[in-house]
T-cell receptor, first 112, second 115 residues
Framework: LAKTTQPISMDSYEGQEVNITCSHNNIATNDYITWYQQFPSQGPRFIIQGYKTKVTNEVASLFIPADRKSSTLSLPRVSLSDTAVYYC?????????????FGTGTRLLVSP | DAGVIQSPRHEVTEMGQEVTLRCKPI?????LFWYRQTMMRGLELLIY????????DSGMPEDRFSAKMPNASFSTLKIQPSEPRDSAVYFC?????????????FGPGTRLTVL
């Protein structure tokens, strides 16, 4: 399983764009990159998944460079409710993503 | 669908007692996962099942922990005997096997306190 490294914490203000970068230097060919969000006292929730280039949904965008050794989760115009822990995970689609390894995550604090 | 259902939501027990945590996965999901979360160790995968069969239990801390999935709609995680260091939030998650998206659906968790 590829190891991921991401900042422990980040601070932002309402209305700003937040970019959280995750490093996964030993990512394998069949690995996909997934991001989860966890609010206090709740279980993690899937945000977005990608393999390469850019993926966008109603919540976030995910940017993956050609070498795939890192990825950046972009949250546009954050609000106070985006305060949460964000986890970057790498998983093998061929094995059905069965074993998710959550690292320490990035604790995002959004202030007024 | 009601999502993943876990019970109880909170459990306080004394050291040495048996604790049983329960989980009902989302209907139609045939993969089920048990996690434990603490401040010190973060979110750890304990065990996961595919079609009611345990696939990987390498994350189970020790023999005091056991998990079962007697049918597709129910799973239990048992700790016997419990110890204070078992205090944590235990999450159950389910997933549709074969889905190309790496999306697990987590329950609300059970906060366990062992005194």
């Amino acid at each position: 399983l590829a190891k991921t490294t991401q900042p422990i914490s980040m601070d932002s203000y309402e209305g700003q764009e937040v970019n959280i970068t995750c490093s996964h230097n030993n990512i394998a060919t069949n690995d996909y990159i997934t991001w989860y969000q966890q609010f206090p006292s709740q279980g993690p929730r899937f945000i977005i998944q990608g393999y390469k280039t850019k993926v966008t949904n109603e919540v976030a965008s995910l940017f993956i460079p050609a070498d795939r050794k890192s990825s950046t989760l972009s949250l546009p115009r954050v609000s106070l409710s985006d305060t949460a822990v964000y986890y970057c995970l790498v998983g093998d689609r061929n094995t059905g993503f069965q074993k998710l390894v959550f690292g320490t995550g990035t604790r995002l604090l959004v202030s007024p | 669908d009601a999502g993943v259902i876990q019970s109880p939501r909170h459990e306080v027990t004394e050291m040495g007692q048996e604790v049983t945590l329960r989980c009902k996965p989302i209907s139609g999901h045939n993969s089920l996962f048990w996690y434990r979360q603490t401040m010190m160790r973060g979110l750890e995968l304990l065990i996961y099942f595919n079609n009611n069969v345990p696939i990987d239990d390498s994350g189970m801390p020790e023999d005091r922990f056991s998990a079962k999935m007697p049918n597709a709609s129910f799973s239990t995680l048992k700790i016997q005997p419990s110890e204070p260091r078992d205090s944590a939030v235990y999450f159950c998650a389910s997933r549709e096997e074969g889905a190309w998206v790496n999306e697990q659906f987590f329950g609300p968790g059970t906060r366990l306190t062992v005194l």
